[in-house]
C-alpha cells in the first residue's frame, strides 16, 4: 500500500469515528415559547376573618405571637390592597368595625364571646364555603383557626372523613367560581394560655405552652403571586413559621432558554454534552422553595435530559423567579421537549401535626387534630391538577 493510499484510509477512518459519534462537535440552538407573565397588578380587596370560637380563646394571652404575626402580616398585605375588611368568624361573619390595630390590641376570651355567633363549637368545612362564597376574583381572603375538629366520642374516623368530603366541596365551589382560585395553608405555633376541650367534654388549663394554628390564603393564583413577591411567606418565621403547602391549576409560566452564561442561544458543546439555562418565573404556581428546588418535582419527556440544579433568582429586577441549569447529553438527538413541573406530595409536616383522637394533649402540644382530614380535602379538590407548569423547549442543530 502506497503512501497515499494510507493517508486516506487514515483520514476515512477519522471521518467515521467522528459520524459515529453523532457529530459531536455541533453546535445547537435552543428555543422557547413566548408567554406573557399572568402575574397580576390588580390591588385586591383584602377579607380577615379570624375564628372566635372558645378553643381559640388560649391563643389571646399577653404576648401573642398568633396576634404579632397577624398585624404585621396583614399590615403589609394592606399596602398592596385596595381595602382590607376585618371580621370574626364561627357559623357567620361578624364585622369589626375598628382599625387594624385596634382589632389585634382588643383580642381577648371576653371581646371573642362578646362578638357573637356560636363561641361553643366551630364547622370548619361550613366557614370555608362562607368565606369562600364571599370571594370575586379580584379579593384574597384570610382566615385564622386552630382548625381542631369537634370529634364525636364514637365514629370519629368516619367524622373526620365527612369533614374531609366537606372541604373538598367548598373548595370545588369555590373554584367554580373563581377557575384561577389558588390555596396557601401556613402552620403556625404561638404561646397559648388558656383551655383545652377534649372530645369526650373533659376540659384542661394548659399554661405556658406552645399551639399549633394556621392561616388559609384563598385566591386568584395570579394576584397571590404578586402579593407572595412584595409580601414573601418567609417574613412570618420570626412568628413561628412551621410550614406551607399551596394548590393550584396548572399556570402559564415566562421562561426563555439560553446558554449557561445566558447570553445566546446558541449552544457550543462542552465534553459532548449541551449545557443549558432556563429562566423562568413559578411565583403563580405559589410552590414554596423546599418544593421548587426538589429535583424530583421534575421530569422531561425524554428522560435522558438531566437537571443538574434549581437556584433562586435573587435580583430584584428580573422578570423571572429561578434558574434551571438542564444538560442535553452527547448522543441525544431530539428536536423539542418539556420540562414539567409536578404537583408535589403532601409535606411531611402535614402528616407529622396530625392527631386523630384529640387526647393526651400534652403528648401532643405540637399536634391539631384532624389538620391532615382538612388539607387532604384541599388535596382532594385539585387532584386533577397534576402538573404546575410545562416549559416547552426546541433543538435544532446548526
Not at 85 to 91: D, E, G, R, V
Request: with cysteine; aromatic share 8%; net charge neutral.
Amino acid at each position: 500500500m502506497n503512501k497515499n493510499s494510507k493517508i486516506f484510509l487514515a483520514i476515512l477512518a477519522i471521518l467515521s469515528t467522528t459520524s459515529l459519534l453523532g457529530c459531536g462537535g455541533d453546535k445547537i440552538i435552543v428555543g422557547s415559547e413566548t408567554n406573557t407573565s399572568p402575574i397580576s397588578n390588580q390591588r385586591p380587596v383584602l377579607n380577615v376573618y379570624i375564628e372566635n370560637s372558645g378553643s381559640m380563646d388560649g391563643y389571646m394571652c399577653d404576648g401573642s405571637q398568633l396576634k404579632d404575626a397577624v398585624f404585621d402580616y396583614v399590615s403589609d398585605l394592606s399596602v398592596c390592597s385596595d381595602t382590607t375588611s376585618l371580621n370574626y368568624i364561627n357559623n357567620r361573619i361578624i364585622p369589626y368595625k375598628g382599625s387594624l390595630e385596634q382589632y389585634i390590641k382588643t383580642m381577648t376570651p371576653t371581646t371573642f364571646q362578646k362578638a357573637g355567633g356560636n363561641h361553643s363549637n366551630s364547622d370548619l368545612g361550613e366557614m370555608l364555603k362562607i368565606i369562600l362564597q364571599e370571594m370575586t376574583d379580584t379579593s384574597v381572603s384570610i382566615f385564622i383557626s386552630d382548625c381542631i375538629l369537634d370529634l364525636p366520642v364514637s365514629n370519629s374516623q368516619k367524622f373526620l372523613s365527612r369533614c374531609q368530603i366537606s372541604i373538598k366541596n367548598a373548595i370545588n365551589e369555590g373554584r367554580n367560581k373563581i377557575p384561577d382560585l389558588g390555596v396557601e395553608i401556613i402552620k403556625m405555633t404561638s404561646d397559648f394560655n388558656g383551655k383545652y376541650y377534649y372530645p369526650n367534654g373533659g376540659i384542661e388549663k394548659l399554661k405556658d405552652v406552645k399551639r399549633p394554628y394556621y392561616i388559609w390564603i384563598f385566591g386568584n393564583n395570579n394576584i397571590l403571586a404578586k402579593l407572595n413577591s412584595v409580601v414573601p411567606v418567609n417574613e412570618l418565621k420570626d412568628f413561628g413559621f412551621e410550614g406551607i403547602v399551596a394548590y393550584s391549576k396548572k399556570v402559564v409560566a415566562p421562561y426563555e432558554i439560553k446558554n449557561r452564561s445566558l447570553t445566546s442561544t446558541t449552544i457550543n458543546p462542552t465534553k459532548g454534552n449541551y449545557n443549558a439555562t432556563i429562566r423562568v418565573n413559578l411565583s403563580s404556581t405559589l410552590q414554596p422553595e423546599t418544593v421548587i428546588q426538589d429535583l424530583s418535582n421534575y421530569t422531561f419527556n425524554n428522560q435522558s435530559l438531566v437537571i443538574e440544579d434549581v437556584r433562586p433568582i435573587t435580583a430584584s429586577d428580573s422578570p423571572y423567579t429561578h434558574f434551571i441549569n438542564i444538560v442535553i447529553p452527547k448522543g441525544v438527538n431530539i428536536a423539542e421537549d418539556n420540562l414539567i413541573l409536578k404537583a408535589p406530595q403532601m409535606p411531611d409536616w402535614v402528616i407529622e401535626s396530625n392527631d386523630d383522637s384529640g387526647i393526651e394533649i400534652n403528648d401532643n402540644l405540637n399536634k391539631t387534630t384532624g389538620i391532615k382530614y382538612l388539607i387532604d380535602g384541599v388535596a382532594d379538590a385539585y387532584k386533577k391538577d397534576k402538573v404546575l407548569t410545562s416549559l416547552r423547549f426546541t433543538v435544532k442543530r446548526k
